[in-house]
């Protein structure tokens, strides 16, 4: 007989079928007992009344893997209103060891260190999994928003041979006896493809060796980059990138609503065309210094506030950003030199998004590296493209985590990371 998985039981009422699943929790009382098994697709009631049964039941612990074999009988109280009735109950392994802490419980009571140190079985509590759900469908609704838009996925190294792009904040490693390092951004890569394809995207980790200890902050996480040619501008690049977020969501709200359900999350709704502010303005609404070189975390909470008071937006534009806080490959803005064609997207007062237009003559780039007192011989093997051509590009890369994180409510981002790596921890 064919495996059921839970969700599809409502469809078979009167049938006799066989599910499998773990052992959420078992309820005995004195005249019945209930099992409720977990599979992928949710939960399932089980009805035991055979004293045998009940007998075998009474064996097993939380979390033991088990099939039943029973009929499926409506009964408006049950998960989905449907309940499995007359079963035979078999444990597909020995009883299982509980894991330190209740899987069953609404919320998880254990601390997220303890969580984290027990991810495996953490991991199985439908808020933690539902998290990774939503992540899983954020992925394939970047993927597809950007597909829909003729870009095309690549795929780039994550050992390189310099630690160029960030300074001293990478993983350095032995790599057949001489040294390299974990790549901290697909950047360089995503910009030679777009002289191959002009429109390309990526989804894949990567690593920063930052000293940060805080609840935004992994060492490794996934990031979702795209970069495109032939722009006027970095106004084209927040254009695809609104309608990529758009379609992040769509995806989301499709393939993951009963994960919604599961963490009372309700999708926002992304503005047609996103409020955005330069970031001479952003510092005056949030009330910083005006020679502040950069918006703080207390700057970014008083911008998402003020989007959401006078836009209704949970999603707000910083644009032109100084040149001087951008990586040296960012276009300036013609009008204002010392200010950039870049921009942050801020998610729910929360830097999300960070991109902008690039340089694409090689002169510029020359340019840019000796006004910052920098060598060209560590980047050279990518100035070299530049010389052959390349059209006027830019693009952005999105914090998976991050934006998992911000869109239920995470108060830290290792509530949504599966197996989270950053300044304490390796394992497991």
Do not use: C
């Amino acid at each position: 007989m064919q495996r059921t998985l839970s969700h599809h039981l409502p469809a078979r009422i009167g049938e006799t079928v066989r599910i499998a699943g773990w052992v959420h929790r078992r309820r005995l009382l004195k005249s019945v007992a209930f099992l409720i098994v977990r599979d992928a697709a949710g939960l399932a009631q089980v009805v035991v009344t055979d004293p045998a049964v009940r007998a075998d039941l009474e064996k097993l612990t939380e979390e033991t893997v088990v099939e039943v074999t029973a009929t499926v009988t409506a009964n408006d109280t049950a998960p989905a209103g449907v309940e499995l009735t007359d079963p035979a109950v078999r444990p597909l392994g020995p009883p299982a060891v509980p894991p330190p802490f209740d899987l069953y419980r609404p919320a998880l009571t254990a601390s997220l260190p303890t969580q984290l140190d027990n991810a495996p079985t953490a991991l199985r509590h439908p808020t933690r999994s539902s998290a990774l759900r939503i992540s899983a469908a954020a992925v394939a609704g970047f993927r597809a928003a950007l597909d829909a838009q003729q870009f095309v996925e690549i795929h780039t190294p994550k050992v390189v041979s310099s630690s160029t792009e960030s300074g001293a904040n990478v993983f350095a490693l032995d790599w057949f006896g001489g040294p390299a390092y974990l790549a901290q951004s697909p950047q360089f890569y995503k910009q030679l493809m777009v002289g191959v394809f002009e429109r390309v995207y990526e989804v894949g980790p990567v690593f920063r060796a930052e000293p940060h200890d805080t609840v935004r902050h992994l060492a490794q996480y996934t990031s979702l980059d795209a970069e495109l040619g032939f722009v006027a501008d970095h106004r084209d690049v927040m254009r695809v990138l609104r309608e990529t977020v758009a379609g992040m969501l769509d995806t989301v709200g499709e393939r993951a609503g009963g994960a919604l359900t599961t963490l009372g999350v309700d999708v926002p709704v992304v503005p047609a065309e996103i409020p955005a502010v330069h970031f001479t303005e952003a510092l005056a609404i949030a009330g910083a210094p005006a020679d502040e070189p950069d918006l703080a975390p207390a700057h970014e909470r008083a911008l998402g506030e003020w989007a959401r008071r006078e836009h209704g937006s949970d999603f707000l534009f910083v644009t032109g950003y100084p040149m001087a806080k951008r990586p040296f490959y960012t276009h300036p803005d013609p009008a204002r030199p010392a200010y950039s064609n870049g921009f942050d997207l801020l998610f729910r007062g929360l830097e999300l998004v960070t991109g902008g237009q690039r340089l694409h003559r090689h002169a510029d780039y020359l340019a840019a590296l000796a006004a910052r007192g920098e060598p060209t011989e560590p980047y050279a093997g990518y100035l070299d493209a530049f010389r052959h051509g390349m059209p006027p590009h830019g693009g952005f890369a999105i914090g998976l985590e991050r934006f998992v994180a911000r869109l239920v409510g995470a108060a830290n981002i290792r509530e949504v990371t599966a197996f989270p790596r950053d300044l304490h921890r390796l394992t497991p």
